[in-house]
């Protein structure tokens, strides 16, 4: 059974930083793409950041450009996402996602397809 469960939420004050964790069991990361998403209240969920599972390219959403940053070990078969000088409206549920499909990193963070396996979301609350 696929797998993904995350980690690292928490409450952050603005302009900190938070690591979150997406570990995978059940299959190898190494053939997925990768997704984090984010849903806060009474909004529509969104894809934050997306990595691809061959050459490693990235996709941002331009909320979060050049403060979040998106990584995977494979060995570790675990994504993460760094995320440098939070905001308040970065408060969401963060979720990982993962699809085997060749896909590019923009249509994986699109959110509007079947993702092969989806994380139980972590909260992230960024206030002072």
């Known amino acids: 059974q696929l797998q993904l469960v995350e980690s690292g939420g928490g409450l952050v004050q603005p302009g900190g930083s938070l690591r979150l964790s997406c570990a995978a069991s059940?299959?190898?990361?190494?053939?997925?793409?990768m997704g984090w998403f984010r849903q806060a209240p009474g909004k529509e969920r969104e894809g934050v950041s997306c990595i691809s599972s061959s050459d490693g390219s990235t996709y941002y959403a331009d909320s979060v450009k050049g403060r979040f940053t998106i990584s995977r070990d494979n060995a570790k078969n675990t994504v993460y996402l760094q995320m440098n000088s939070p905001k308040p409206a970065d408060t969401a549920l963060y979720y990982c996602?993962?699809?085997?499909?060749?896909?590019?990193?923009?249509?994986?963070?699109?959110?509007?397809?079947?993702?092969?396996?989806w994380g139980q979301g972590t909260q992230v609350t960024v206030s002072s």
């Open positions: 059940g299959f190898t990361l190494d053939y997925y793409a």
């Open positions: 996602a993962g699809d085997s499909g060749p896909i590019s990193v923009q249509a994986m963070c699109a959110d509007d397809i079947l993702y092969d396996a």
